[in-house]
């Protein structure tokens, strides 16, 4: 696979520029153009398309069977199998690219845990997923709040008292000629013990003393002569038992002679002394060094508290952990004897997790490698063996090891995960069988229904000239949503000279998804034009979006580009960048503001502000984890003390912590009244507040807003949203006067706001014409299509529809109109397949839930439950969508 990889391939200036010259040759990977172009813009290297990247997830053909399956079977099973459950449902929301839903089920996994080893291993993988939001859990204790959420756990508490669960030793009732103590010697010294209690440690004993063996009638016993190891045994040893055997506790004993009580325990088989033991040695580990000193003996003599505890305290540290060989090899090595004492059932959901992080560290590494196969070797059910064989031929493919990447792909498609094809396919071209590839999925695409994109895509791979672009035109139509297909026709169409077109291509998909690769195809494409100012626009979002971004295959650092580009594009001063930047946002072109904000941050002094705006955008284009980290920077690079709470304030909003990022707007205003600070408490309690009282509240904060200092820009975004406020509350001037001094700030947005009153006042001709002009200025209008079509007749809307699903097919409101006109044409079977055509791509719950729906009146019950199910696995809380699933349950035979 070639895909965008990092490389230390070093690359001087003037390299670069040669590199850069616009002179240069279009290449689209395995298939050179023609060089016989007489355009100058064909020499040299310089676009490559790479290929889709073979994903190591979990991908069924069918996700909502999947997810209605595993709904079925939490709606049944036994407790105890529901961890494992939420497990698989994870990882079908990963193949999906649902992170949010992936963690939730994640979530569900460590709440459903019926042991403590699955608490750890859970609890340990959502603490990992939640690095690097240490300053959100300091924000929250600053506000009084404490989360305890994935903290490590005292094992010992979790687990039964062997003592306490135990039945009382029977009465022993020693012969007459028995003494009541014995004496046990140890070379020359000797330790009395009480014969009665003794006997109540275990079993042998029991027999030793008062059975028929000769030591039951001796007042003293040689213990070396009763094959007690060295190790195993000192008189301070024998205290130690001597002394439990009285008291039943562990008072002040060093780690070193538990460690020797311990192999006594094993060998007489003390099971209440070895657990006393294993809970006291697991209260002592406090450390990684300690974890590693003590686990292999933790293994060795079956101790699972302790065993547990230090792989708890692996666990803790991952990543870093991981970096540590001691811990890898003893993370590998083990048996799988080993591995239940350390990690009882929950084995497969400890290397499940181990897998995981290991991958993002290093796919291709041994470590990923041993791990994996732990994967496959715990797995119990074929979904979890076929993504475990799926994943180990994912990264056997990564080391170039052929043979086994080919035999673990074979096994997971044997055992019905179709995707692994995708393997055998690449595996077949490396080896020199193109044709064997493209047959291989043409006969997965004939035993597919209904069609999925993905299959087009990857066929698509094996094949030149029309055929190429006829797969990947079918991919595009069955899954808009994948990137591979948009940047080689973009790719190919700038080989035929046509720029335009190229372009027009390469939009399509960034209208609706910010797609990094994407983005530095358009990159590539403009330096081809010599626009060398929309290619400073595009690399300057790339780097807002990965400031560690490497282009060209990963030769180039994305930054050393941007500086080259850079001279010789229009110099700005940073009046010229507030001018761009006010013309860029009410022309609501996100990625131009985002690229203006990059530049003014080299120079600007008030990178607090900027970082903030950055964040804003970063958020309408849908990169949360983009959004925050510009937000952490905001608060890092705030002027004052009053500015970094209201970010703090917004950090806490938006990481779903509503009272207290409230809290922090307010300490802020003690300080100083300022617009964001009452902005912050107004969007909050308008976005939280379910009372319809709160209204009052919200229009005076932003009143309270607009009255303090801020430029254009903000003002005309708190004018928008007091308009909001005095359309719910039915004061239509008011909300009408807001919106038409929101656009004399040029807050373009305004129309759509000032369309909705003048439908509430029945007037649709005027929303129309408001929303037309909303269209003629907004770059992304995909929205304002969708809003246009409410305010007109149903052509015109379902041709305003059919424009927002060109222009972002992720939308779900055109695809549910659509089948809701037909269904009211009574053309069912054709209502079902426009939901279909969509939830294809998209696991959304509206969908699901319409389609459910629609089966149902179709009569269709089996198909009605199970998208009910897979809907409430999307949202298991939806009010709607369970009282559909409890109706459409009652109707089954």
């Known amino acids: 696979m070639r895909t965008f990889y990092p490389s230390d391939d070093s690359c001087t200036k003037e390299s670069l520029l040669t590199s850069l010259n616009p002179q240069s040759w279009l290449q689209v990977e395995r298939g050179k153009l023609s060089s016989s172009s007489p355009h100058p813009l064909c020499r040299g290297s310089f676009i490559k398309v790479p290929e889709p990247q073979l994903l190591p997830h979990y991908k069924p053909l069918d996700y909502v069977q999947i997810l209605a399956q595993i709904h079925e079977e939490l709606e049944s099973c036994a407790l105890h199998e529901r961890s494992t459950l939420y497990l698989l449902q994870y990882q079908v929301f990963r193949g999906l690219g649902e992170t949010k839903l992936g963690h939730r089920s994640l979530i569900s996994a460590w709440q459903e845990a019926t042991t403590v080893n699955e608490k750890v291993v859970f609890g340990s993988w959502l603490r990992y997923e939640k690095q690097g939001e240490e300053v959100i859990a300091d924000l929250l204790s600053s ?346 026709r973009a790719v190919t169409l700038m080989s035929e000279q046509n720029a335009e077109a190229a372009l027009e291509e390469i939009n399509r998909i960034l209208r609706f998804k910010l797609a990094l690769e994407c983005l530095e195809i358009r990159f590539c494409l403009y330096l081809g034009m010599d626009d060398y100012g929309a290619a400073l626009r595009d690399i300057q979002a790339v780097l807002t979006l990965c400031p560690d971004y490497r282009m060209f295959d990963g030769k180039v650092a994305a930054r050393q580009l941007r500086t080259l580009v850079y001279e010789h594009a229009e110099n700005w001063t940073t009046a010229d960048c507030w001018v761009q930047l006010y013309e860029k946002w009410s022309n609501v072109d996100d990625i131009g503001s985002l690229s203006v904000i990059y530049q003014m941050l080299e120079a600007d002094a008030f990178k607090g502000v900027l970082y903030f705006r950055q964040s804003l955008l970063l958020l309408r284009l849908n990169c949360p984890e983009a959004a925050m980290r510009s937000l952490h920077l905001a608060r890092e690079h705030a002027s004052s003390d009053h500015e970094r709470l209201v970010y703090e304030g917004w950090i806490l909003y938006d990481t779903g912590h509503c009272e207290e990022g409230l809290k922090k707007a307010k300490q802020s205003i003690k300080i100083k009244r300022s617009f964001e600070a009452y902005f912050l408490q107004a969007y909050a309690l308008a976005e939280s507040s379910l009372d319809p009282s709160s209204s009052s509240t919200v229009v005076s904060l932003l009143e309270d807003a607009l009255k303090c200092p801020s430029d254009r820009l903000r003002k005309g975004q708190a004018l928008n949203n007091l308009g909001s406020v005095y359309v719910d509350c039915e004061k239509l001037d008011l909300a009408a006067d807001c919106y038409i001094n929101a656009l004399k700030v040029r807050h373009t947005r305004a129309h759509q706001g000032l369309a909705r009153v003048h439908f509430l006042r029945n007037d649709k001709a005027a929303a129309y014409e408001e929303m037309t002009r909303l269209i003629e200025k907004a770059q992304n209008n995909a929205s304002a299509y969708e809003k246009r079509s409410e305010y007109c007749d149903r052509e015109l809307a379902k041709s305003d529809l059919e424009m927002v699903t060109r222009l972002d097919p992720l939308r779900v409101y055109p695809y549910r109109y659509r089948a809701a006109v037909l269904m009211d044409s009574r053309k069912e079977r054709e209502a079902i397949m426009e939901l279909s055509r969509a939830i294809a791509f998209k696991a959304d719950l509206h969908l699901l839930h319409l389609r459910a729906a629609f089966h149902e009146h179709t009569g269709d019950v089996s198909s009605a439950l199970r998208d009910c199910r897979a809907a409430l696995s999307v949202d298991p809380n939806h009010q709607e969508m369970l009282e559909l699933h409890s109706r459409v349950n009652s109707h089954e035979p």
């Not at 506000?143 to 756990?153: A, I, N, Q, R, T």
């Not at 008072?251 to 009580?261: A, F, I, P, Y």
């Not at 179709?418 to 035993?447: N, P, Q």
């Open 143 to 488: 506000c009084g709040k404490y989360s305890e959420e994935y903290v490590p756990l005292d094992i010992a508490s979790y687990v039964l008292d062997i003592a306490a669960t135990s039945p009382k030793a029977a009465s022993v009732k020693l012969k007459l000629q028995v003494s009541k103590h014995v004496v046990f010697k140890i070379g020359e010294e000797r330790v009395s013990c009480d014969r009665k209690r003794f006997t109540s440690l275990s079993p042998p004993f029991h027999a030793m003393l008062c059975g028929n063996f000769a030591e039951s009638r001796l007042d003293e016993i040689d213990m070396p002569e009763n094959h007690v190891s060295s190790s195993a045994m000192s008189c301070n040893t024998m205290r130690v038992v001597r002394d439990f055997s009285v008291s039943g506790v562990l008072t002040g004993v060093s780690k070193d002679l538990l460690l020797e009580v311990v192999m006594f325990a094993n060998k007489f088989c003390c099971e209440r002394l070895k657990d006393a033991c294993d809970r006291e040695l697991a209260s002592l580990v406090s450390s990684m060094e300690c974890a590693i000193e003590i686990i292999d003996f933790a293994l060795e003599e079956t101790s699972p508290i302790l065993a547990a505890t230090c792989l708890q305290v692996f666990l803790y540290e991952m990543p870093d952990s991981l970096m540590d060989e001691r811990v890898v090899e003893v993370l590998t090595r083990v048996n799988r004897s080993q591995v239940s004492t350390m990690a009882g059932k929950a084995s497969f959901s400890l290397y499940s997790c181990l897998s995981e992080v290991s991958m993002r560290l290093d796919p291709c590494s041994y470590r990923t490698l041993a791990f994996l196969e732990k994967v496959v070797e715990f797995a119990e059910y074929d979904q979890q063996r076929e993504l475990g064989f799926h994943r180990l031929g994912c990264t056997r493919l990564l080391r170039k090891e052929y043979r086994e990447a080919e035999e673990a792909f074979g096994t997971a498609f044997k055992l019905d995960l179709v995707y692994s094809a995708t393997g055998l396919a690449r595996i077949g071209y490396i080896k020199g069988h193109r044709l064997w590839g493209y047959e291989k999925l043409t006969s997965v695409i004939s035993s597919v229904s209904p069609p999925l994109g993905w299959v087009y895509q990857e066929r698509s791979l094996y094949c030149e000239g029309d055929k190429k672009l006829e797969d990947l035109d079918k991919a595009t139509e069955l899954d808009p949503t994948l990137t591979y297909p948009y940047m080689y």
